[in-house]
């Protein structure tokens, strides 16, 4: 019995622009095996296997995404931890490990990034049964990845003399090595990638950090300490945890502990942190191309090319990266997909929103997507899942209309309440309390037409909220 711990909170910069700051790319369907986001695939991974409820840290603006997400899949949690800043995976896993001893219970944890792909679940498991008997052990296990080439992505684990239940000591870490270096530790044959993945016992990892860095610990309790309950969320508040250390728990710990093992793991494992390991990862054509959506290709080989929205058709072109959204198009040669944090950065620079949102913007309620805008109007598709509601508010700047395509509308404006069915509309005027439910079993679509001086999101005063927002 293990109790897993998810880390959902990477932000996925280089999968720009599927991935974007407000939908990160673990939960999005990346790897071509049609089974949900790479958070659900997580989860499933541990499907067979005697564990407890997850913990799941993320970032306090995705809260809703990964309830959804877990709803979605049908997965219980017992607690999602949010952080209100990022801090690394040491101060994260630290939170987890508190919040799973809480109670007088002492678990073993298993330590899994939520955006990892393995291909092969079965050699993961087993993996995991030799790690789990070492941590019963009084290891901090790592798992180390069986290179496959001379990658320079990634950092390496010096793999000491074998243990006797398995697994290695680690006789050293290694950063990202330049091209030479690499192609020396694969011929080697003792070296293997880092994979961020973990599993010891909750107490043993909080003891470590206590001897090694004890300034996490504290700022992570007192944070913990302060930390609200609402729902299946348990907030950590911004004023402790700013204060504590970023710092990933390779350097706080790992590095340092005479406890540290690493188990070998060879299934396919990929991080997928990059446009040319999405390529690598899924399965490809006979030309070396993965193509997907509407593509029309043509004398076309070793490519990753995505329509998202339009037709999209290459001709005559090689190891190349296309990425379609409809908003922005990546264009990029496949050995230099780790520079599209690049562009990531250039964007946030121009302060242009295309880095951090995309048209369809999720929330608690379902989503909407911006189907057109200009001076003075906008034009937005929203879904609102059954049994939700949007908040009671109004706006200063803009008046909207509402169309309903399909499902059940129930719609407040003012002292006015009404029920809407199918190619029903009403007219919510400027400055007038008003809130849209769904008393519906099925989704509620519908085409919301803004008019007027100012149509930005903050243009929104919040009288009453389900979801807690202010």
Request: charge should be negative; charged fraction near 25%; include cysteine.
């Amino acid at each position: 019995m293990f109790t897993p711990v998810i880390l959902a909170g990477g932000s996925g910069s280089r999968l720009w622009p599927l991935s974007r700051q407000g939908f990160p790319k673990q939960f999005l369907a990346l790897d071509g095996q049609g089974m949900g986001s790479m958070l659900q695939r997580t989860l499933a991974r541990l499907d067979g296997l005697e564990h407890a409820d997850p913990l799941v840290v993320s970032n306090e603006q995705h809260r809703f995404v990964v309830a959804e997400q877990l709803r979605e899949a049908g997965r219980n949690c017992r607690r999602i931890i949010l952080e209100p800043v990022v801090r690394n995976t040491a101060p994260a896993i630290a939170l987890a490990a508190l919040e799973a001893g809480r109670d007088g219970d002492d678990p073993i944890l298993l330590v899994l990034p939520a955006d990892h792909h393995i291909a092969d679940d079965a050699a993961f498991r087993e993996a995991l049964l030799v790690a789990g008997r070492q941590a019963h052990a009084g290891r901090l296990v790592t798992f180390g990845i069986t290179p496959t080439h001379a990658e320079t992505g990634f950092g390496y684990i010096q793999c000491g003399d074998e243990a006797a239940a398995g697994g290695f000591d680690i006789a050293a870490f290694k950063e990202k090595p330049a091209a030479d270096l690499a192609e020396q530790y694969l011929q080697a044959g003792n070296y293997l990638w880092n994979s961020g993945i973990f599993m010891f016992r909750a107490s043993l990892l909080l003891a470590e950090l206590e001897c090694l860095r004890p300034d996490i610990l504290a700022s992570c309790r007192a944070a913990l300490e302060h930390a609200e309950a609402d729902r299946d969320f348990l907030h950590i508040p911004a004023e402790q945890f700013a204060l504590c250390a970023s710092e990933s728990v390779d350097y706080a710990v790992m590095e340092h502990t005479a406890l540290g093992l690493v188990v070998p793991l060879d299934a396919g494992w990929s991080d997928l942190g990059s446009w040319a390991a999405i390529w690598d990862a899924g399965p490809r054509d006979a030309e070396g191309n993965r193509l997907e959506g509407d593509v029309l290709s043509i004398a076309t080989c070793n490519s990753l090319v995505q329509a998202r929205h339009r037709l999209v058709a290459t001709l005559g072109v090689e190891d190349l990266v296309v990425i379609e959204t409809k908003d922005a198009v990546l264009v990029a040669h496949r050995e230099r997909t780790q520079q599209v944090k690049e562009i990531v950065e250039r964007l946030q620079a121009a302060q242009r929103s295309e880095y951090a949102e995309s048209p369809l913007v999720n929330r608690p309620w379902g989503h909407y997507d911006t189907v057109d805008k200009g001076d003075r109007y906008q034009v937005k598709r929203i879904r609102v899942m059954p049994g939700e509601s949007l908040s009671l508010q109004l706006h200063y700047h803009r008046a909207e209309h509402w169309i309903v395509v399909s499902g059940t509308a129930r719609v407040v404006c003012g002292d006015q309440e009404l029920v809407l069915s199918e190619n029903q509309s009403t007219y919510i005027p400027l400055g007038v309390r008003h809130s849209l439910s769904n008393p519906g079993k099925v989704p509620l679509e519908l085409i919301e037409v803004q008019s007027g001086s100012y149509l930005g999101e903050d243009d929104i005063l919040r009288f009453e909220d389900h979801y807690g927002r202010v």
